[in-house]
């Protein structure tokens, strides 16, 4: 099975997501500035270990090919992945469901931190993304992007609404005071950028 996806079907990816906002139904703070000191906590322990508090977004798009363009640029500067690359990871043969460009991804998408941590997350990469929590991992909201998944709840927009959880390139946010236990998040536009955080105490 070989998915093609062009620009005009991507259109969609642009639409529906603006400027990050606080959400006050969350713990999350967006932030557009993302050398703002004030956001950086302690890192001091390894990263996917008991304290580690930075998650990058990451992708790897190629800021040259203006197929691009039409669903919001690409912002970074030694980017890699022309739009048609994209398209063609999308699918497999041995897949039902998406798979995706594994440039797109949470990194790490498994990190452990002790109650209280506070987790800083940052768009690293070129392109618009969400970090959102959700009850179970899913879909997201783009349907050339969604194959085989049913969209989770936390995904969907009324229309002309903004959605709280974008990343922009460069912005970042804050996680905090989440309880005991897993807590997913994921990428609303690319749905197989995941990642699972485990609140849990120190041994």
């Not at 006050?24 to 967006?30: D, G, K, R, W």
């Not at 906590?41 to 203006?66: E, H, K, M, Q």
Request: with cysteine.
């Amino acid at each position: 099975m070989q998915l093609r996806v062009g620009a005009g079907l991507l259109l969609g990816i642009a639409i529906g997501c603006s400027d990050p906002v606080s959400n006050p139904n969350s713990n999350q703070v967006a932030s557009l500035n993302p050398s703002d000191a004030s956001l950086t906590s302690d890192n001091s322990d390894t990263r996917g270990s008991f304290g580690a508090a930075n998650i990058a977004v990451l992708d790897d798009c190629d800021p040259s090919d203006p197929a691009w363009n039409p669903t919001g640029g690409c912002s970074l500067r030694g980017g890699l992945v022309t739009e048609a690359e994209f398209g063609q990871l999308l699918a497999s043969p041995l897949s039902q469901s998406v798979v995706g460009h594994p440039a797109w991804r949470n990194e790490p998408s498994y990190l452990k931190v002790r109650p209280g941590k506070t987790i800083r997350v940052e768009n690293e990469g070129g392109r618009l993304h969400t970090f959102t929590h959700v009850a179970q991992f899913g879909g997201g909201r783009i349907p050339p992007l969604n194959i085989g998944l049913t969209m989770a709840p936390e995904c969907a927009l009324a229309p002309g609404a903004t959605d709280p959880n974008a990343l922009p390139p460069g912005a970042s946010l804050e996680i905090s005071n989440l309880a005991a236990g897993n807590h997913r998040y994921m990428c609303c536009i690319h749905p197989w950028m995941r990642a699972l955080i485990k609140v849990a105490p120190g041994t």
